[in-house]
């Protein structure tokens, strides 16, 4: 008796748990089909759904792992940007994969690809040029791992294709370039000759340095472009270009060099064809890095924009905020100073890149 006792106990407690168990079971399919306040936020805002998410799908011990895809290494402002990236990358603990494309867009599809395949937690690039991104963006957004373009923008129309793009406001840079020009030859009654050495064809910082520098000099008919080429960023094809220029025309006034590695390149032309830089020819250039200041220190070059390469630590942050599911602004814009020959020389010792 005592036997039959204990098991109808035991069966009337098990028929108590699975009831329990189905009561809570209808009461989350309640809440699918009626939302609580909690799940209608959700709905209202996918991206903390998507912080949810990506919290559980990255377990605490599992390293983020950040593919990036570099230009290449065709300038000082390039080997200080990639320093920053993988300084960053190190101290945020992140697994960097890192590729240098040889400025040559293709390897940078390719290491994109490759980034795809192993997947990736995130792929960050620093486009070599503007145009033929969208259709390996566009894998990259089926295969659910998000983008972040540094330093240089792409002209894809879907913005939805990157999450953000860190880096400089080019035109601005270009004019601010214009802008010195313009204040130096505000009283100049005669033609001013200006020869331009514009960076790699086709990408963002050439393309906006001369369309910045344009939209401010045309303010003043005498400063006249009578040669622009390319130097693709590097200081050999700058002094090779320049060398062409001093061969081609005469009375040169003023060069204006989308980066300060062609702008040396430049001087030593200028300094072989028996000219004083910064006083026979004014010279105008874009970056800051040490090289450029300390030229300009020495009053070779005349006038630096400065355009910031340190980006690793705003990436490391992006990349932080959107695997959290947050919502990050499309465009940051990085801020950015110039410098003259005394502010040069003031800045010199303390110049780290
Ligand atoms: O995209 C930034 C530019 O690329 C820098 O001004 C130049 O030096 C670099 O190579």
Redesign the pocket.
């Known amino acids: 008796m005592k036997r039959i006792a204990k098991l109808s106990t035991l069966s009337v407690l098990v028929l108590i748990m699975v009831f329990v168990a189905a009561c809570g079971k209808s009461g989350n399919n309640n809440n699918n089909a009626s939302p609580s306040p909690k799940a209608s936020e959700a709905a209202a805002a996918p991206a903390a759904e998507s912080a949810a998410a990506s919290e559980s799908s990255q377990p605490a011990d599992k390293k983020v792992v950040l593919g990036f895809a570099q ?1 290449g290494a ?5 080997s200080a940007n990639t320093k920053s990236i993988q300084e960053s990358a190190a101290t945020a603990g992140f697994d960097l994969k890192f590729s240098d494309a040889q400025q040559k867009q293709e390897n940078q599809i390719k290491a994109i690809r490759s980034y795809i395949q192993q997947k990736v937690d995130v792929i960050a690039f ?1 486009p070599v040029v503007e145009s033929g991104w969208d259709t390996v963006l566009k894998e990259a957004k089926e295969a659910g791992i998000p983008v972040i373009l540094t ?2 923008a792409v002209d894809s129309e879907d913005t939805s294709l990157y999450k953000t793009f860190i880096g400089s406001d080019f035109v601005e840079e270009g004019r601010k370039a214009g802008q010195w020009l313009v204040d130096q030859y505000k009283d100049a009654s005669g033609e001013v000759n200006i020869v331009e050495l514009q ?1 790699t064809t086709g ?3 050439a393309n906006d340095r001369k369309s910045g520098f344009l939209d401010v000099i045309t303010s003043n008919p005498n400063l006249k472009i009578i040669a622009s080429q390319t130097g693709d ?1 590097t200081r050999a094809k700058g002094k090779e270009v320049m060398q062409a220029f001093l061969q081609a025309n005469k009375k040169i006034d003023v060069l204006y060099a ?4 062609m702008a040396l390149g430049a001087i030593q032309a200028i300094e072989a064809a028996g000219l004083k830089p910064g006083v026979d020819i004014k010279i105008i250039s ?2 800051g890095v040490h090289d450029g200041i300390q030229a300009a220190s020495e009053g070779k070059i005349n006038f630096i924009v400065e ?1 910031n390469p340190l980006l690793g630590p705003q990436l490391m942050t992006a990349v932080n905020d959107v695997l959290a599911g947050k919502d990050i602004p499309l465009r940051i814009v990085t801020e950015e100073g110039t410098f003259t020959s005394e502010q040069a020389l003031a800045a010199l010792p303390n110049r780290q890149y």
């Open positions: 230009v065709e300038s000082g402002w390039r620093s330093d240089r960076g990408s963002a910082p960023f989308h980066n300060d590695d874009v970056d355009c």
